[in-house]
Every structure is written in structure tokens, then in C-alpha cells.
């Protein structure tokens, strides 16, 4: 049973070995929503690169949100987050982002939205 | 490692910025429903690993034994035009789920909360977590067979919402209904938008 310390579980544990200590992304404007693809062109991983970065990246030959890679690759999003963020930041990785964080959309962006809204009916 | 069929999982390489509205409510009220109805793809789950100390105690009824549970989200996507794709991501409502997908409501458009007229107390919570954390939302009744109909009023007046805040009724089972909600919420967080630029420039 976990005792009273940190709380980590078996269940939690793992994420934060293979994201080697750490389980908070260096930056924080990676969202679950932040779309990735991979350096173009490809810049190879170094040697030490866990399985997990090495199949981040190539889930991101094209195109797609992280948490999409993440639910492909079935890993926790938490994780996928802190290895994207050091992918991102060692230039294997790009990302376009979202709506930055703590602005407010505006209006162009929300009527771009509305417009493609009305477009599904 | 990509598997056969993978190939239209992406996104088209013109898409330049990604949205996200949060899908909210109470279990069984219709979260996924409306995720998959509205979906391109085949909404997909992620999990997160929950601790005891962050499961409240009428979560872990009916799991007997367990330290953790996991937390599922379902998520789906729409691409709005050549450079711009939405993510719905449906999750439940209650704080300690808010906690655990940390950082899922920042930066999100708004939040569609979905709420049961046969369970109105179970939204409580979560409409307090939204008008705490000051996100803009819009609630959508959903209708089920056996529901008892209310005016706008009572339930206005039953979920303590503010006169601005749209209700609607939606059928999360109906991609048109459902595209309506999400529309309201929008247009909600558009005159909002323009209401606060409105008092700024006053
Ligand atoms: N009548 C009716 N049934 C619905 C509606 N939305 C969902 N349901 C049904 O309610 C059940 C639970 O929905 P689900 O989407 O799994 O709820 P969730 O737990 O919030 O994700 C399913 O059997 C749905 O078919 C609705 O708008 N109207
Ligand atoms: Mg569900």
C-alpha cells in the first residue's frame, strides 16, 4: 500500500522514469491540443533516447495534436507532454501552437471557428 | 510501426493552430455521445493514472482493493478550415478530474456542460468549478426518454445561472443538435469577447 509520502504508485511510477526524474514539461505552452510533427528534415535521435521518444517522433511524421500521439502510442498525456516539450526544445520536434495561454481568443480566430462550425450542420 | 489505415489519422500539413472546447457533465449524461457525433475521427480515449489521495471516496465504491484508478477522457476532432482544427475533449465535470488533467481548460474556448434534468444535482459541481475558475460556458439539457420537461426558468433558476449564461437543448446524439450547442457556447464567448472590449474602450 503507498504510504503517506509522495503518493506515487506503481502506476505513476513508470512515466516519471522514463521521462528520466522529471514530471513537469520544461515549457508550459504545450497543451494536449499543441500540434506536432517532426523536424523536417529529420534530425536523428541521439543514442540515449528512451523507446518512447524515439516512437513519439516517428507517430509524428506527419501532422497531429499531442494528445492524439498520445492515444496512439497508448502513454499518458502527462508524459507525452514532458517528452514532447525536451523533443520540441533539442529540435526533432515543432509545434504549432494553440491559443496562447491565458489570452483571450479573439475575434477573428472565434468567428474562423463559428464559420467552420455552421459549415458542419 | 504505423499500422495499415493510419495514414488519414493526420492532420493536413496547412493547419496552423488548434482550438479546444471541454465537453463537461456527469457520468452517463452524454459526454462521448456528442464527442462522436461531431468527430472526423473515431473519437479516441486517453487514460491517466489517479492516486488515492485524489479519488474521493464515493469514486472508489465498487473498487475494493485499489490504491489507483484510472480516468478515462474521450476526445474528438474537426478541422474548421485549411488552418484551423477543434479538439472536444468530454470529460467528467468533478474538481478531482479537473485536478488530474491539469492544464486541459487553459487556453480552451469555452465548456459545453451537458446536464441530466433527472440528476440536476450532479452538475453542480461542476458549474461552482466553472465559475471559479471563471471559464465561459453554455449548459445544454439533454433530453432522455423518461425526463421530465421544465421551462427555461426552472432550470435557470434550479442551476442558479446567471441570466447571460445560453441554455439550450441539445440531442447529443444528433450531429446537427449537437453542432448547435457548440455553436451557442461560441457565439456566447464571441459577445463576451466583445462586451469586455466594449467596457475597456468606456
Ligand atoms: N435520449 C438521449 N440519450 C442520450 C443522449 N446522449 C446520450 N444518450 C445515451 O445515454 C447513454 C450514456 O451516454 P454517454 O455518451 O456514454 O455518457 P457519458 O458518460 O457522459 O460519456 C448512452 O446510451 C447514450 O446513447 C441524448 O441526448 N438523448
Ligand atoms: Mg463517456
Request: proline share 5%; with cysteine; net charge negative.
Amino acid at each position: 500500500m503507498s504510504g503517506s509520502g509522495a503518493g506515487f504508485t506503481n502506476g505513476a511510477l513508470r512515466p516519471y522514469v522514463i521521462t528520466k526524474g522529471r514530471s513537469r514539461p520544461s515549457r508550459n505552452t504545450i497543451g494536449v491540443e499543441t500540434l506536432l510533427v517532426a523536424a523536417d528534415p529529420p534530425r536523428a535521435l541521439p543514442l540515449s533516447a528512451t523507446r518512447e521518444e524515439i516512437a513519439l517522433v516517428r507517430m509524428c511524421s506527419q501532422l497531429l495534436s499531442l494528445v492524439e500521439a498520445a492515444a496512439h502510442l497508448q502513454l499518458p498525456v502527462s508524459l507525452v507532454k514532458v517528452l514532447a516539450s525536451d523533443l520540441v526544445d533539442s529540435g526533432h520536434l515543432t509545434a504549432r501552437s494553440g491559443v496562447p495561454r491565458a489570452a483571450q481568443p479573439d475575434k477573428q480566430l472565434l468567428q474562423e471557428v463559428l464559420d467552420g462550425l455552421r459549415r458542419l450542420r | 510501426m504505423v499500422s495499415v489505415g493510419s495514414a488519414d489519422r493526420y492532420l493536413p500539413d496547412t493547419v496552423q493552430q488548434a482550438v479546444k472546447i471541454l465537453v463537461v457533465g456527469a457520468f452517463g449524461v452524454g459526454k462521448t455521445t456528442l464527442v462522436g457525433s461531431v468527430s472526423e475521427i473515431e473519437p479516441l480515449r486517453t487514460e491517466e493514472v489517479m492516486t488515492e489521495a485524489s479519488v474521493g471516496v464515493d469514486e472508489l465504491a465498487g473498487l475494493e482493493g485499489k490504491t489507483t484508478t484510472t480516468v478515462a477522457m474521450d476526445f474528438g476532432r474537426v478541422t474548421l478550415s485549411s488552418r484551423l482544427v477543434m479538439y472536444l475533449f468530454g470529460t467528467p465535470g468533478q474538481r478531482r478530474f479537473w485536478d488530474l488533467w491539469e492544464g486541459l481548460a487553459e487556453g480552451a474556448l469555452g465548456v459545453l456542460v451537458l446536464i441530466d434534468t433527472r440528476r440536476l444535482e450532479d452538475s453542480f459541481d461542476v458549474l461552482e468549478q466553472l465559475e471559479i475558475r471563471g471559464l465561459p460556458f453554455a449548459v445544454a439539457i439533454n433530453q432522455f426518454p423518461d425526463s421530465e420537461l421544465y421551462s427555461e426558468e426552472e432550470l435557470r433558476g434550479a442551476l442558479d445561472l446567471l441570466p447571460e449564461t445560453p441554455i439550450v437543448t441539445c440531442d447529443a446524439r444528433q450531429r446537427t443538435s449537437s453542432v448547435d450547442a457548440l455553436i451557442t457556447l461560441v457565439q456566447h464567448v464571441s459577445g463576451m469577447g466583445a462586451a469586455r472590449a466594449a467596457g475597456a474602450a468606456s
